[in-house]
């Protein structure tokens, strides 16, 4: 006879708030799991690859060790941490699921998903009225190599990522000669079939990145330099005080994707006019941390622990 394997038992202590993300001791995860303490709120850190969902007929039940996560009050998202599509429609089922049992997610399903396209950002911020650089969607390379000749230089970028990979400057005649290799590879590399492409806005030498919480800009900072084009600090971009006001633009694009905690980035071209690039839904803040004179993870804590 076949045993049925047996589903381990809930636990009955049951923390409010959950931080999910695929690296548990990240500063960021660390940060915000000591804030949450701080404020007397119990705290699990859901790590998506010891999660497991369970269901029968009529009962569905999602836990790690034990814990039977649908009754968190409170589930922050930190990072989908998937690039194989199979783990990445895995967790965004656990997530969906989760919003249904009556979780509350920051930030939603929806904002999350619109957010991890570049594509559809775009839409959104265009359709928000938002000053956006020329760009091109398309998975035309005739259309794509068109739009590289009649606005070189200028940037391409995968639809799907984040820390700046796959953003490239194309800029050199020697790729203008070899278009049309040129986005087959990067299309192989990165864009997996489509492309889109930007006018290149030439900047005083930083852009910058606002965090927007509840609809309010909470810090905000210049990066400077970095791998290539992208100033992203994991690329090597250096965070400094930022003096421009981009409160507006920043809260009108988070408006515009429906996020609770945004990543809105922003370039200043050189006669001084503001350009929004892009927003997202799992923004970093270590950069951030070293040019703001408060605690970002005890801020973001106290935010939403309020909402309870």
């Not at 039940?61 to 930190?78: A, H, N, P, T």
């Not at 100033?231 to 006001?245: E, M, R």
């Not at 633009?249 to 006019?273: C, F, M, Q, T, Y």
């Amino acid at each position: 006879m076949v045993k049925s394997r047996v589903i381990p038992l809930v636990s009955k202590s049951i923390p409010k708030v959950g931080l999910f993300s695929s690296d548990p001791w990240s500063r960021r995860a660390k940060g915000l799991e000591e804030a949450f303490r701080t404020l007397g709120e119990e705290v699990i850190q859901v790590i998506p690859w010891k999660v497991s969902r369970w269901g029968t007929t009529d009962k569905h039940e999602i836990l790690q060790d034990g814990i039977d996560l649908s009754r968190l009050e409170l589930l922050l998202v930190l990072d989908i941490g998937a690039n194989d599509i199979g783990t990445f429609f895995n967790r965004v089922g656990l997530l969906s699921a989760l919003t249904e049992m009556g979780v509350r997610l920051v930030n939603s399903v929806s904002s999350i998903l619109l957010m991890r396209n570049k594509a559809e950002t775009m839409r959104k911020l265009i359709s928000a009225g938002l000053p956006v650089p020329k760009t091109l969607i398309t998975e035309s390379i005739d259309d794509a190599a068109s739009f590289v000749k009649l606005h070189f230089p200028c940037v391409l970028k995968p639809l799907v990522g984040f820390g700046g990979y796959g953003v490239q400057l194309i800029e050199r005649d020697f790729d203008l000669e070899n278009i049309n290799d040129y986005l087959k590879f990067h299309s192989q590399m990165f864009g997996k079939g489509a492309y889109l492409l930007q006018e290149y806005i030439k900047s005083p030498g930083y852009d910058i990145r606002a965090l927007v919480l509840d609809g309010k800009v909470i810090t905000s900072m210049r990066r400077v330099g970095g791998e290539g084009i992208t100033t992203n600090i994991h690329s090597g971009g250096v965070p400094q005080k930022n003096t421009l006001d981009v409160t507006n633009l920043s809260i009108r694009a988070a408006n515009s994707v429906k996020g609770h905690i945004v990543g809105v980035d922003i370039i200043p071209d050189e006669e001084g006019n503001l350009w929004v690039l892009e927003a997202n839904a799992t923004p970093g803040w270590y950069g951030l941390q070293q040019v703001t004179d408060f605690d970002i993870s005890a801020r973001i804590a106290q935010s939403l622990a309020e909402t309870f």
